[in-house]
């Protein structure tokens, strides 16, 4: 077992990396009362941890069914009504089993239930890893935009187990591809060169390369979390891909696009966008082009961009009226920049499209 781990303020969150689920049976043991939520798959195909955990006195398990439409605030009460009804206390302690949406769910209800109590990330997708489970960031979506109801309530500490991932189906491994291209766009050429020549290991749940592959990403987002735990300054190049990549999946409503899936498409939209800018090499261009492509699905899903511009303006990434947009100007580098223009965005998303990722409306 390998812990890495994450300092906000004095505290460190631990990040346990293993490929069993003795920590997470562990810590259950020692909570006073624990609050389970469990996403409905992993009840479905991990039975006898379910049991082993429902068995335990003093857990009380919530089974919840994952899908952009069920991160709303009536599901996050239902939870709260329900672990009321189960007298789960201030003291208690909430696991969140599951991908993001469990996560950012549960995360969510966690930090509103009786004004915050502590909980534990269980995650069990690649992004849910590489990702949504560190940094603290959890919420619902809104009918006017994505995450738009949250909070940062950081867990008291994080439990990857690797071995989760080997029943993850084909399409949520590439959805994880989308948020660890960006951070090998962000991290530079050790990682970016990594990913060229592994992709293909952690598309085939390669467990010692998804076991590298999550620590390493692990690693990148953990430094912009201490530099910026609240989002205000560094952290936001983490937005790299989801200015677009959340205009897409408004636009098309969510869960027609996967998040990951629209991650990859904004990474090579806002990389056009920086390439006609003259912020990006056309040759560094074609590379990011050429590592996405061999992730991303093709997709005949008919998307109207004038639609996914208009969702662009709801985005929360607008400052002051305009929309800011975080540019990648080489493998390592980006810029944030607020001067990208419609035509900019309807030419970048036209590329996509003409490459197979969406067609046009
Ligand atoms: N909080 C953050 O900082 C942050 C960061 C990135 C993304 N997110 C959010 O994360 C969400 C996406 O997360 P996701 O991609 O994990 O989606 P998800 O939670 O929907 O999981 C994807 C699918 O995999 C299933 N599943 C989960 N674990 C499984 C396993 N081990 N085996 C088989 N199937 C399994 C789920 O039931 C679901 O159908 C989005 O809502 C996004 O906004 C949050
Ligand atoms: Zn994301």
Redesign the pocket.
Same mark, same amino acid.
Do not use: M, Q
């Given at each position: 077992m390998k812990t890495l781990g994450y300092r906000v303020n004095s505290t460190r969150i631990p990040i346990y990396l293993e490929d069993s689920n003795s920590t997470l049976l562990s810590q259950l043991k020692s909570a006073q009362k624990a609050a389970v939520v469990v $996403? &409905?798959?992993?009840v479905n195909?991990f039975k006898s941890l379910v049991a082993d955990i429902s068995g335990m006195d003093g857990t009380v398990v919530a089974t919840f069914s994952? &899908? #952009?439409g069920n991160?709303t605030l009536q599901k996050a009460d239902e939870l709260i009504t329900y672990f009321l009804q189960k007298s789960i206390k201030r003291d208690s302690v909430l696991f969140a089993i599951?991908?993001?949406?469990?996560? $950012?769910v549960a995360g969510f209800v966690a930090s509103v239930f009786q004004r915050g109590i502590n909980f534990v990330q269980v995650p069990?997708?690649l !992004?849910?890893m590489v $990702? &949504?489970s560190v940094?603290g *960031?959890?919420?619902v979506n809104h009918p006017l935009g994505?995450?738009m109801i949250g909070s940062f309530h950081h867990p008291t500490s994080i439990i990857m187990n690797i071995q989760? !991932?080997d029943? !993850?189906?084909k399409e #949520?491994i590439l959805?994880?591809l989308g #948020?660890i291209a960006k951070y090998a766009i962000l991290s530079g050429e050790p990682f970016f060169d990594f990913l060229e020549k592994n992709h293909v290991k952690v598309l085939n749940k390669d467990m010692n390369a998804l076991a590298r592959i999550v620590k390493m990403s692990v690693e990148v987002k953990k430094r912009y979390v201490e530099r910026d735990p609240k989002e205000s300054g560094i952290r936001a190049h983490l937005n790299l891909g989801h200015t677009v990549g959340h205009a897409i999946e408004a636009a098309t409503g969510y869960g027609v696009f *996967?998040?990951?899936e629209s991650v990859l498409i904004g990474l090579v939209a806002e990389s056009h966008i920086a390439m006609h800018m003259k912020l990006l090499r056309p040759s560094t261009f074609e590379r990011i082009l050429e590592m996405v492509r061999r992730m991303a699905r093709q997709r005949n899903e008919k998307v109207s961009i004038d639609e996914v511009v208009a969702h662009l303006t709801f985005d929360k990434k607008v400052k002051a009226g305009k929309v800011r947009f975080v540019l990648p100007t080489g493998i390592g580098r980006v810029v944030i920049r607020d001067d990208v223009t419609t035509r900019n965005v309807l030419d970048a998303l036209k590329f996509v499209a003409s490459d197979g990722m969406f067609a046009l409306k």
């Open positions: $996403d &409905s798959r992993i195909i994952a &899908s #952009e991160k599951g991908g993001g949406i469990t996560g $950012d069990t997708t !992004l849910a $990702d &949504s940094g *960031k959890v919420g994505k995450n989760f !991932l029943t !993850l189906p #949520e959805c994880g #948020e *996967k998040h990951g």
